[in-house]
C-alpha cells in the first residue's frame, strides 16, 4: 500500500465517492486495457551489461536508488511558464482538441487499426507464425484497386473515384493524418490560403492521393509530375503545396531504397548541421539533410549507432543470435515508416502470436476461469478509471494512475484472494512495462494522451535484429563515434559542439539525446534553455525497463508460442521476469529474453548478474521440469543496465504526474532563432516511447531545419537589399512605425517576428518634441548621433515645434518593463538612459545588428499580409473577404 500525504487522502476521498456512481459499461470482451504486452510504447532500452561487466554485489543500493530517482519526475500540479505566449498556449488547446477529435475519427476504423493495447488480444489462439511486410503491397493494390494507370483512372466513373477516395484517406489516416481536416503542421506550413473551404478538401483529397500512390511502391522516388497526371491540371497549386510539405517532413520520398539514395548529392551545399546522437532520430534526420544538400556531420558517444536501438550478437556452442536488448517492437505495420523500411530492404517481419500463457508461482499453468476473471476487472477499472478522471477535471492532474487504480480495487473489492491478487499485480507490471515507469509516477489525466495515434496492423519482430534497420540509416552517413558531447553552444552567428576530443562547429545543431541525459544535466547549454523547456524536462517522466538475454544449446520452450509469463508471489516483486520473448525464430538461434519492470527494474540494477541468471532459472525450472523437460544451462548470458548507463540513465518516457502532452510539444521547440533544434522519441506527442516515434521526429525536425535555413538565406538576401540611403532607411522606419507592436507615451516597439524569447531583441523609437504621439512621416529628419542623457532631457522639455526621433535596441522583457513604469515618458526615459544604461541614437546609428533586425521585421510584415485587402462596410468594422474558388461539377472530382 503506498504511503499518501492528506493532499492525496482528500483527493482519493473524492475518487472514492464518485466510484459507484460510474456507470458500469465495459463488458469483459472489452479491449481497451493500456498493456499490451507488444504494446504501442516500444521498450526503447540501451546498454548491455554481460556477466563480466556488471557491478558487484556489494553494490550500496540506498545511493543507486537516490542516483536512479534524481531522474524521476515531481509531481507538481501542471502549470505553464508566464514567458509562454497567448498563441503559444492556443496552439496547444488547438493540438488537445484534435487529439480528441482524432480520437473520434480512428473509433470506426476498425478495419485498419489493431487493437495494440488490449491484452485479451494478445492471448488468444496463435495464428500464422510469419508475416512479411510485402503483402502490405497487396493491400495497397487492393484499396487503390488494381488499376492505378493515370489515363484509366481518369476515364473511371464519379462511383469509383469517391470509393478510390475512401480508401485513399484510409491510407493517409493510418499514416496520421485526420481524415476531413488539416495537421497542425499543416496549417503552420500554410498549405492552402483559406482554411475550412472548398479549397481545402481539395488539398486534402491531392494529399492522401500522393501518400497512397507512394505507398503503392516505397521503392521508387514518386515525382511531382508523376502525381500530375492523375490530378486535373486546374489544381496543380494544390499538389505542389502538398508534395512540398510531404517531401519536407519526410511522408513520401524517404527511406533506404537504392533508387532513393541515388539522389543524394555528392557534396552539399546548404549550410552545416550538427546532430548530437546516432540513434533513429538522428540518423534519419542526417540522411533526409543530406538529400536536401545540407551538409552533415554526426556525433555519437557510443562507439555504435543506435543509441536505445542495441542488437547484441550472442554465440557460444556451435550456437549464434542476434538480441535486441533495447528497442525490440515494431508496433503496428499500418503506416509505420519502420516497415517502410523493411520493405525497401526486402526484409520479411515476424509477427508476434498473440498466445500467451501465463503460470503461477508454483509453475503451474494457470487457471483459465481465474484468468478470464480477473482480466475483465483489470479492464474495468482501466475504464473507471478513464471515466473518474473526466469527473474530476483539473483534480485527476494531480493524481497517479497508480493510486487511483489501486483505489478503485479496493473498492470493488477486487482481486483480495492471493492467487487473484497475484495475476493482477502481473497486468500491473505489464502496463509498467508499456510505460517504463512506476504507476505511481504515471498522471491519471494523460498517462494514455498518446492512444488516439496508435499505428494499427500487427506487431512484429524484425529477424536479425533491428540492427538491420540501423545499419541501413547509418550507411554513408559521417559519424563520429566515441565523442561524449559535454557542451552545446548557440547563438547568432552559429553553434558549437564541444566533445572533450575536438570542437564541432556548424550553424545549427540537433540535439536528440534521450530525456535521461537532458535531466541529469551531463550536457552545458550556453545561453541556458529557456525556462519553459527546462520545465518540461523536468516534469516528463523517463523509466526504466530491463532485459536478461540467455542463449541455449535448444528450444525447450515450445515452437508455438512468442510470449509467455509468470506471476510473482508478491506485489514487490511484480515486475521481476513477469514476461519472456522467445526469439528462437527471429534470432538465429535458442534464445529467451526475460523482462522486468517498474521497481523490479530498479532492483535489478543492484542485483550481481550470477543471483539474477539463478533467479530466471528457477522460475524456469518451476514451469517445464514439472513438464518433464529438462531446463539446461545457458551458454551465454547478458543483463542490461539502462537506469545506469551514462548516455541514456533510463529507457523510454511517460507522461508523470504534473505532466501532460504539452510537455512533448516544449521539448520539441527549437531555441536560439533557429539555430538548435530538438528529436527524439520524448519531442514526438503522439508517438513518445516507440521506435518510429523517434524516426518520425527525425524527419520532422530535418524539414524545420531545411526550412529555417531558407528562410535566413531568403532574411539575408532581404537585408543586402535595405536601402543604405538615409531618406530611403527612414521612409523604411516610418512606414514600420505605423503600426508598432506596443505604443504608450512618446516610446513605440517593434517586435522581432522570428521569435517570442524574452531575451529577443526589440527596436524601440523615442518620439520628441511636439506631437510626439502622432504618427507622421519622419522622412524628412536628418539623422541624429548618440546623445547624452542631460541633452536627451533638454529636448524632451524645449522642443515644443520639432519632433525628433530616436532609437535604440533592448530585449522583449525590457520593453514590458518600460511600459509598466508609472510616472511620464520622463520618469520612462529616465529608466531607460540610467538603469538600463542604453544609448538613444539616430536612424543610421543602429549598426548591422540593428539593420538585421529591421530587415526581419520588414520581412515579416510583407509575409503576414492577407492575400486580398480588407474592405471596409458603412464606414466601419473591416472585413476580410475570402476568395472562393468557382469551380464547375469537378469540385469534390479532382481525378
Request: glycine share 8%; aromatic share 6%.
Amino acid at each position: 500500500m503506498e504511503t499518501r500525504s492528506d493532499l492525496e487522502d482528500a483527493t482519493l476521498n473524492l475518487l472514492d465517492s464518485r466510484a459507484n456512481a460510474v456507470e458500469e459499461r465495459v463488458s469483459p470482451n472489452d479491449g481497451r486495457a493500456r498493456c499490451n504486452i507488444v504494446d504501442g510504447r516500444v521498450s526503447l532500452v540501451e546498454n548491455s551489461v554481460n556477466n563480466v561487466e556488471a557491478p558487484s554485489a556489494s553494490t550500496d543500493k540506498t545511493s543507486a536508488t537516490a542516483l536512479y530517482m534524481k531522474t524521476e519526475l515531481s509531481a507538481p500540479l501542471i502549470s505553464y511558464d508566464a514567458e509562454e505566449s497567448p498563441e503559444s498556449l492556443l496552439k496547444r488547446k488547438r493540438k488537445r482538441a484534435d487529439l480528441l477529435a482524432q480520437g473520434e475519427r480512428l473509433e470506426g476504423m476498425t478495419k485498419w487499426a489493431g487493437s495494440g493495447k488490449s491484452v485479451r488480444a494478445l492471448r488468444q489462439q496463435a495464428r500464422a507464425l510469419s508475416y512479411d511486410e510485402n503483402l502490405m503491397d497487396a493491400m495497397i493494390q487492393n484499396q487503390l484497386g488494381t488499376d492505378l494507370s493515370p489515363a484509366k483512372n481518369k476515364k473511371k466513373k464519379p462511383l469509383d473515384l469517391d470509393k478510390n477516395k475512401e480508401k485513399e484517406s484510409m491510407i493517409a489516416a493510418s499514416i496520421g493524418f485526420p481524415k476531413d481536416s488539416l495537421t497542425e503542421e499543416e496549417i503552420e506550413a500554410g498549405v492552402v490560403q483559406t482554411i475550412g473551404d472548398v479549397e481545402q478538401d481539395n488539398y486534402i483529397e491531392v494529399r492522401n492521393h500522393i501518400l497512397a500512390r507512394w505507398r503503392e511502391n516505397v521503392n521508387l522516388w514518386l515525382e511531382k509530375a508523376q502525381v500530375m497526371e492523375s490530378i486535373r491540371s486546374q489544381h496543380k497549386v494544390l499538389v505542389d503545396a502538398a508534395y512540398k510539405f510531404l517531401s519536407a517532413y519526410g511522408y513520401i520520398n524517404f527511406g533506404v531504397a537504392p533508387s532513393i539514395k541515388a539522389l543524394i548529392p555528392e557534396e552539399g551545399t546548404k549550410p552545416t548541421v550538427i546532430i548530437i546522437g546516432a540513434g533513429l532520430a538522428g540518423l534519419a534526420a542526417a540522411r533526409q539533410l543530406l538529400a536536401f544538400g545540407h551538409k552533415v556531420a554526426v556525433v555519437e558517444g557510443r562507439n555504435r549507432p543506435g543509441g536505445r536501438v542495441y542488437t547484441r550478437k550472442m554465440e557460444g556452442g556451435g550456437q549464434i543470435a542476434a538480441a535486441d536488448l533495447g528497442g525490440s517492437v515494431i508496433t503496428g505495420l499500418h503506416g509505420n515508416p519502420l516497415g517502410v523500411l523493411a520493405r525497401q530492404l526486402s526484409l520479411p517481419l515476424h509477427k508476434i502470436r498473440e498466445k500467451c500463457p501465463l503460470y503461477q508461482p508454483n509453475g503451474l499453468p494457470l487457471v483459465v476461469d481465474v484468468d478470464a476473471k480477473v482480466e475483465a476487472q483489470f479492464n474495468k477499472l482501466l475504464d473507471r478509471a478513464s471515466q473518474l478522471r473526466e469527473q474530476m477535471g483539473p483534480v485527476a492532474e494531480g493524481i497517479s494512475l497508480g493510486q487511483t487504480l489501486e483505489t478503485l480495487r479496493e473498492d470493488a473489492e477486487v482481486a483480495e484472494v492471493l492467487s487473484e491478487r497475484q495475476l493482477f499485480d502481473w497486468h500491473l507490471a505489464n502496463l509498467e512495462y508499456a510505460n517504463a515507469g512506476l504507476l505511481s509516477d504515471l498522471s491519471l489525466a494523460f498517462w494514455d494522451q498518446d492512444d488516439p495515434y496508435e499505428m494499427g496492423g500487427d506487431h512484429c519482430f524484425l529477424p536479425g535484429g533491428n540492427v538491420r534497420l540501423v545499419s541501413a540509416l547509418a550507411e554513408g552517413i559521417p559519424v563520429f563515434y566515441g565523442k561524449q558531447v559535454h557542451t552545446i553552444r548557440y547563438g547568432a552567428s552559429g553553434v558549437q559542439v564541444v566533445t572533450p576530443q575536438q570542437v564541432f562547429e556548424g550553424d545549427m545543431a540537433l540535439c536528440t539525446v534521450p530525456l535521461g541525459v537532458l535531466k541529469q544535466n551531463t550536457i552545458k547549454f550556453e545561453p541556458e534553455l529557456p525556462q519553459r523547456k527546462l520545465d518540461a524536462i523536468r516534469r516528463l517522466g523517463f523509466g526504466l525497463l530491463n532485459k536478461v538475454a540467455m542463449l541455449f544449446p535448444r528450444v525447450f520452450w515450445g515452437s508455438e508460442v512468442d510470449t509467455f509469463g509468470h506471476l510473482a508471489e508478491s506485489s514487490e516483486r511484480r515486475g521481476e521476469f513477469f514476461l519472456f520473448y522467445s526469439y528462437a525464430t527471429v534470432s538465429g538461434g535458442p534464445l529467451l529474453l526475460a523482462l522486468v519492470a517498474g521497481e523490479a527494474a530498479i532492483n535489478f540494477e543492484l542485483m550481481h548478474p550470477t543471483d539474477a541468471i539463478q533467479r530466471v532459472l528457477a522460475i524456469l525450472r518451476g514451469i517445464f521440469e514439472p513438464q518433464g523437460i529438462t531446463v539446461p544451462d545457458p551458454i551465454q548470458t547478458v543483463c542490461t543496465r539502462w537506469g545506469g548507463d551514462p548516455l541514456s540513465f533510463g529507457s523510454y518516457s511517460h507522461v508523470a504526474v504534473g505532466a501532460s502532452g504539452d510537455d512533448y510539444d516544449l521539448l520539441a521547440e527549437s531555441v536560439g532563432d533557429g539555430r538548435l533544434f530538438f528529436a527524439g522519441e520524448a519531442t514526438n506527442r503522439r508517438y513518445p516511447a516507440t521506435m518510429h516515434g523517434a524516426l518520425l521526429s527525425g524527419l520532422r525536425e530535418a524539414g524545420n531545419i531545411a526550412a529555417q535555413a531558407a528562410n535566413r538565406l531568403v532574411l539575408a538576401k532581404v537585408e543586402k537589399a535595405v536601402p543604405k540611403d538615409t531618406q530611403a532607411y527612414a521612409v523604411l522606419l516610418a512606414d514600420l512605425f505605423r503600426e508598432p507592436d506596443l505604443e504608450f507615451g512618446s516610446f513605440a516597439i517593434l517586435f522581432d517576428p522570428r521569435t517570442q524569447e524574452p531575451k529577443s531583441h526589440v527596436l524601440l523609437r523615442v518620439m520628441i518634441g511636439m506631437g510626439a504621439r502622432k504618427k507622421v512621416n519622419d522622412s524628412g529628419l536628418t539623422d541624429q548621433p548618440a546623445m547624452p542623457q542631460r541633452l536627451l532631457f533638454q529636448q524632451l522639455q524645449m522642443h515644443q515645434q520639432q519632433q525628433l526621433h530616436l532609437y535604440t535596441m533592448i530585449s522583449r522583457q525590457q520593453a514590458i518593463d518600460l511600459m509598466e513604469i508609472r510616472g511620464g515618458d520622463k520618469v520612462r526615459l529616465v529608466y531607460l538612459c540610467e538603469t538600463l544604461g542604453v544609448k538613444l541614437v539616430g536612424r543610421r546609428g543602429l549598426g548591422a545588428q540593428g539593420d538585421s533586425l529591421v530587415a526581419a521585421i520588414k520581412w515579416g510584415r510583407a509575409a503576414r499580409k492577407p492575400a486580398v485587402p480588407p474592405v471596409v462596410l458603412n464606414g466601419g468594422s473591416n472585413v476580410k473577404l475570402i476568395k472562393q474558388q468557382t469551380m464547375p461539377e469537378e469540385n469534390s472530382q479532382l481525378r
